[in-house]
Nanobody
Framework: QVQLVESGGGLVQPGGSLTLSCVAS????????MGWGRQAPGKQRDMVAT???????TYADSVKGRFTIARDNAKNTVYLQMNSLQPDDTAVYYC??????WGRGTQVTVSS
């Protein structure tokens, strides 16, 4: 069974940037949809970005123009580049793959 492990979270000031990485324990080239979701305290988990095998991407309105998702099937890795971060972006960020499920998450905190 393929497992997903996220990294790259941390504390960043408003307006700053972070890049999250998600490494899969197996081959993701056959996993059609990969994505990133996030969950803030007391709120439901929401998908913020997805990418298909062919590179088609979708973004939640709240992150459009600031976040960029990418995947490297040769490295079994999915990335989330996050720019212009704001306190409302504070959450645990989870990697997701169709038929794979969710990773354990990485904390992102945006605060001065």
């Amino acid at each position: 069974q393929v497992q997903l492990v996220e990294s790259g979270g941390g504390l960043v000031q408003p307006g700053g940037s972070l890049t999250l990485s998600c490494v899969a324990s197996g081959n993701i080239s056959s996993v059609y949809h990969m994505g990133w979701g996030r969950q803030a305290p007391g709120k439901q988990r929401d998908m913020v970005a997805t990418i298909t095998n062919s590179g088609y991407t979708t973004y939640a309105d709240s992150v459009k123009g600031r976040f960029t998702i990418a995947r490297d099937n040769a490295k079994n890795t999915v990335y989330l580049q996050m720019n212009s971060l704001q306190p409302d972006d504070t959450a645990v960020y989870y990697c997701w793959g169709s038929i794979v499920g969710w990773g354990r998450g990485t904390q992102v905190t945006v605060s001065s």
